[in-house]
């Protein structure tokens, strides 16, 4: 059958637009190819489609564009597909029309969050990049796992901050992941959560690995040579930056283990070593500074540091230079490798204004010429040492020294107290040398030295050498002995006190005493305060005279089992 031409015939650019997700209008040609003109006219089938023109004339061989806009305002979330009818000489044409809608449209700032051992909560963003609101639920598939909130509505552009928690808890050591599915407007979402649970020994909630203070006793743990380092910045323990710190704050320092600056296994980090173990050695923690003095508290447990090295020029030597009046020094020994400085040198403190509780040095210190030298202190200005000792020896010629401490007193307003210490060293210096003490120049009325002793020899140069003091002129000084002997060429040289102007009972001297001038078996100068029940062995020293105390021989100082005689106080 043959398509009669003589009419005019009406066809579609197009039979189908697609707008898509975003597209809200388009075109679509009508061409008349019949044999003559042609009316037509178009039918929309649904509200949400438009166009500009809905009827007209085509003469034969002429077209028109129409534009086809769609408005998904009132149309849900989906996928709609509308119709738009043209009709012309009895005759219709269906163009379909295709639209997309979007709904809220959810985003998630993170998806996979790893809370390691410590972080007990993490917080991410849901955001809405849709054109309409939208809602959303989320479920946990595991009890430690928590989001808060758990569901939620958010506008078209608005976020949502949201807070993902875990709870340790309850749970054993060891590696642990969890998920959160949420759900929004047909998009299904996983956010994925891991952790660890660590070793928590003190049960504050910081894992033994990233906590300062493991066994939560207030003091910062050391455990190496590089840990021993850093107390250096920050001298009161104040933890700037550092987890596990109890209520009241962090009281100091503790040593864990031994420590031994030779030893590869005493660093954290062996970049360190050659800095400590050669050239200037060591620099000690603190210095004659207000603001640079190391002024908490320092426990030892009893371990040691061993191998120290120190070779300077300067002042203030010591794995401590000054420990100010807030310090403390405890429960630790020493062992020296090499040991030189000038004023104020030791090998645990060069200079200190706090108490030194069951500490000890041994070794070898040297001074060509420094002052206040001793071998477990420098100085002691101020506080109490007590069970404390120095085995070794102070060389070269400095003044002021003492097997155990140089010098003793930091103001007359201040107290100090020795008790219960002793040194075993060898002891050579120019003026004031003293078996345990170089000498005392400050202290209230209240300060001693009791139940001590020195056993090691002395040398020197110069005046005012002792066998357990050089000069005492504060404090005083109780049931005390000295047993090394004392040589020097100049004067004021005493088996116990070479120079003496405070109160001396019940303490005796052993040692052979030599001197030029004002040489005493007990004491070179200064009887006024000695009392009399003070003793020095008139056999072993050489010497039947002293500025104070009484001569006896070996026998006599022997003799006696009960409180008789001499030994009746």
Do not use: H
């Amino acid at each position: 059958m043959e398509v009669d031409n003589s009419i005019g015939l009406l066809n579609l650019s197009t039979s189908s637009l697609d707008f898509g997700q975003d597209n809200e209008s388009s075109q679509v040609t009508l061409t008349n190819e019949g044999t003559s003109a042609l009316d037509w006219s178009a039918t929309v089938n649904d509200s949400w489609i438009s166009l500009d023109a809905a009827s007209g004339s085509l003469d034969v061989g002429a077209n028109t564009t129409l534009t086809v806009t769609v408005d998904r305002t009132n149309l849900d979330a989906g996928t709609f597909e509308g119709t738009v009818d043209f009709a012309s000489n009895g005759e219709t044409t269906t163009l379909l029309v295709n639209v997309e809608v979007k709904g809220g449209e959810l985003s998630i700032s993170e998806t996979n969050l790893s809370l390691g051992v410590s972080d007990p909560n993490r917080t991410i963003t849901f955001e809405n990049v849709g054109v309409r609101s939208l809602s959303w639920t989320s479920e946990e598939n595991t009890s430690w796992l928590n989001m808060a909130p758990k569901e939620g509505t958010i506008e078209v552009g608005a976020t949502a901050t949201i807070l993902i928690e875990v709870d340790r808890t309850g749970l054993g050591l060891g590696d642990y992941s969890g998920d959160i599915t949420v759900t929004s407007e047909g998009q299904t979402f996983t956010i994925s959560v891991s952790m660890t649970v660590a070793q928590d020994t003190d049960g504050d909630g910081v894992p033994d690995e990233i906590d300062a203070d493991v066994d939560g006793d207030g003091l910062m743990e050391i455990y190496t040579i590089n840990d021993l380092n850093e107390v250096r910045n920050d001298l009161d323990a104040s933890g700037d930056g550092k987890q596990g710190a109890p209520a009241g704050g962090f009281t100091g320092y503790e040593l864990m283990n031994d420590l031994d600056f030779d030893s590869d296994a005493s660093y954290s980090d062996l970049s360190l070593k050659p800095d400590v173990t050669a050239g200037s050695g060591w620099e000690p923690i603190g210095a004659n500074s207000s603001s640079n003095r190391f002024n908490t508290v320092f426990e030892g447990n009893g371990f040691t540091i061993s191998n120290l090295f120190i070779n300077r020029t300067t002042s203030f030597n010591g794995i401590f230079g000054y420990v100010d009046f807030l310090g403390e020094l405890r429960n630790i020994s020493i062992e020296i490798r090499f040991l030189s400085g000038d004023d104020f040198s030791a090998a645990l403190a060069g200079f200190s204004v706090a108490d030194i509780i069951n500490c000890s040095a041994q070794g070898t210190v040297q001074s060509p010429s420094g002052g206040s030298v001793g071998l477990l202190v420098g100085r002691f200005g101020a506080g109490s040492l007590a069970n404390c000792f120095a085995i070794g020896e102070i060389a070269g010629n400095p003044f002021n020294a003492g097997g155990l401490i140089g010098s003793i007193g930091f103001s007359s307003n201040d107290a100090w107290f020795i008790e219960n210490s002793y040194a075993d060293v060898i002891v050579s210096g120019s003026s004031n040398v003293g078996g345990l003490v170089g000498g005392t120049y400050w202290g209230s009325s209240e300060s001693f030295i009791r139940n001590s002793y020195a056993s090691g020899n002395i040398s020197a140069t110069s005046n005012s050498v002792g066998g357990l003091i050089g000069v005492l002129n504060y404090g005083s000084i109780t049931n005390c002995y000295s047993s090394g002997d004392v040589v020097s060429s100049s004067f004021y040289i005493g088996g116990f006190v070479g120079n003496n102007s405070r109160s001396i009972t019940s303490c005796y001297s052993l040692g052979t005493v030599q001197g030029s001038s004002n040489i005493g078996g007990f004491s070179g100068r200064g009887a006024t305060n000695i009392t009399q029940d003070n003793y020095w062995d008139t056999q072993t020293s050489g010497i039947d005279t002293s500025a104070g105390g009484t001569g006896q021989t070996t026998s006599q100082l022997q003799g006696p089992t009960s409180n008789t005689g001499i030994y009746i106080t």
